[in-house]
């Protein structure tokens, strides 16, 4: 299953190239839709090494208590406080932190790309290092810009890797890794960043009820 959704991905973007073969034309170009959006938010939770074909981890646990962790819904609440649910993934945001001389720069990069190495793009706000680095390189900023399916990767990937793979088996644990850059530090995010990815995971839950009973690891 999940290699069909890797390769209908593959395929769709394919298919959106222009005349000059751009990878990265948004999927929506016209107006937000919110229903495409929740579309492109399942198949990014299906991408992930950690999950099932529904989307759901295989292992962690759930704000309520039972096993696993509905990836579909940390995707969907960390787009919602983070570009009001895709509806701002246009926009960019400057890190002084990854700037020259920044704590967390990249010299090689900022001459690349000079301040837009320093910016967080899509509907994630994945700072353009970590995509960098979660795609090998292989990805310009503009190209992250939107709804895309390189900012869909290189999310995933780095959920993956420096996320889940370090033992953030939580939805606040996630939340905490994602907006500080680690949930095993002192540095916490806001109160109410994780009041608010809270109620968009327990909102997505409520409305996307599981299909059939999960199997996880121990």
């Known amino acids: 299953m999940r290699m069909r959704v890797a390769l209908l991905g593959l395929g769709v973007a394919l298919a959106c190239q222009g005349p000059e073969g751009v990878f990265n034309k948004p999927m ?62 246009q926009q960019t945001r400057y890190e002084s932190a990854y700037g020259r001389n920044g704590r967390y720069s990249s ?61 953030a088996d939580t939805l606040e644990k996630i939340a905490d890794a994602w907006n500080t850059g680690s949930h095993r530090d002192s540095i916490r995010p806001s109160a109410r960043y994780l009041r608010d990815v809270e109620t968009y995971y327990n909102e997505w839950c409520a409305a996307n009820p599981r299909k059939q009973k999960q199997t996880f690891r121990a």
């Open 107 to 167: 010299e090689d990069l900022i001459a690349s790309y000079g301040d837009h190495a320093a910016m967080s793009y899509g509907p994630w706000q994945i700072m353009f290092v970590n995509a960098y680095d979660a795609l090998n390189g292989f990805v310009r900023p503009a190209e992250l810009t939107g709804i895309t399916y390189p900012a869909m990767g290189a999310t995933v990937m780095f959920l993956d890797n420096r996320v889940i793979d370090r033992g």
């Open 28 to 89: 929506m170009e016209e107006s937000y839709n919110r229903f495409y959006f929740e579309s492109y938010v399942k198949m990014a939770a299906r991408l992930s090494r950690h999950t099932d074909d529904e989307g759901i981890m295989l292992s962690g646990t759930a704000p309520d208590g039972t096993p696993g962790l509905d990836l579909n819904g940390v995707l969907w609440a960390l787009s919602g406080v983070e570009t009001s649910f895709g509806r701002n993934a």
